[in-house]
Nanobody
Framework: QDQLVESGGGLVQAGGSLRLSCAAS????????MGWFRQAPGKEREFVAA????????NYADSVKGRFAISRDNFKNTVYLQMNSLKPEDTAVYYC?????????????????WGQGTQVTVSS
């Protein structure tokens, strides 16, 4: 069964750092574009970052640009989200997702696979 499993969430003080991981069940995902999304209470799920299959192309939401970094290790079937200078407004459930086409990662309904999410809480 194809699945994505996030880990690394937790409680951190403002200004701190966390690294999220997303482990894919199959090497097939090495050919997929991977994305990170988040959903805060009472808000819609939003795009955070994306990385293409080779790692040579990335995109970030303006709200995280310069603070977050997405990367991947295709040998380990894992995608990472390094989050630095965290702010209380970064508090959300973070999800990783996969899309076969890079352009589809920006369209919520076109993601092919989703993880179950990991909670990130940033205290002020």
């Amino acid at each position: 069964q194809d699945q994505l499993v996030e880990s690394g969430g937790g409680l951190v003080q403002a200004g701190g750092s966390l690294r999220l991981s997303c482990a894919a069940s199959r090497r097939t995902f090495s050919s997929y574009t991977m994305g990170w999304f988040r959903q805060a209470p009472g808000k819609e799920r939003e795009f955070v970052a994306a990385i293409n299959w080779s790692g040579g192309r990335t995109n970030y939401a303006d709200s995280v640009k310069g603070r977050f970094a997405i990367s991947r290790d295709n040998f380990k079937n894992t995608v990472y989200l390094q989050m630095n200078s965290l702010k209380p407004e970064d508090t959300a459930v973070y999800y990783c997702a996969a899309a076969i086409n890079y352009v589809d990662v920006f369209v919520m309904g076109r993601l092919d696979y989703w993880g179950q999410g990991t909670q990130v809480t940033v205290s002020s």
